[in-house]
């Protein structure tokens, strides 16, 4: 008994400090915390009404990166709202899915190393969205940036010379070509390259941490979700954000009709944007 509750003791006092430490951190980010980089004048619009008037122009778009967690997600939000005429999706294999909701889709499997044969995949499409990525533990620090840059850029290239007027890149919290880091590097300097292209608008997502329950995933990952989704629950929103958020961002966004060609949403950009006009 004795023992009973001295672990109850210990757990409670552990507990304790957890919750005192993240208020801390927190408040002691909060200083540091992201300003609200991009002005959403449309918010207090009906966003129903955007969106039907976006559904009547008949669109059409592309995803890359459907089978990764932001691309599925994405891919579903697009569904629900319904506001494009066609999708289609561009990745290096076929995708399985179940139910009449995903019978209309277009999948075009293409091979990354030789993008050029495939060109028309990217003919026709109005809209694009590219959440393709690796990671530098995966594919090694010559396929990240091959993957993360060259599959990337060029796939926005074709779609610029498809027609494409509208492009939106899921990149990184911290993106600068100039970093010394190469996964913000990398980031940075494709966002660069793709701004070159000069479409009629292009946006950039910056999400922190992805608060997502993958179906894999290595102990230090679950560790580092759980802190960040305490951190976010006391207020703190510049370091991470759902991964459902970032999904209902990108689609939301989309119907919106901001001032600049090029603009660039941060963490706390995109949590605001994906909770205030989410369904």
Known sequence: MPVIKLLCTTLGKTLGFFTVLVVFIAATLNYFEDSETVKYTSMAEDIKTLEENFRQQNKSC?????????????????????????????????????????????????????????????QGHDVGYCCLGTTRAKAGAEGFVRVDHDYVLKSAELAKAGGCTQFHLESSRGADKKSGFLYLKVKGQVEADIEALGFDRFAIYRPGVLLVDRQESRPTEWMARKFFSAVSAVGYRSMSVPIQEVAKAMVSNTVLQPEQKMEILENKDIATLGKSTGK
């Open 62 to 122: 592309f995803i890359l990166g459907a089978s990764g967690e932001t691309g599925k997600l994405l891919l579903q939000e697009l569904l629900e709202h319904n506001i494009f005429s066609k999708i289609t999706l561009i990745g290096r294999r076929q995708l399985t899915f179940e139910g009449k909701t995903y019978e209309n889709l277009v999948q075009e499997v293409v091979d990354f190393e030789k993008l050029d044969d495939y060109a028309a995949a990217f």
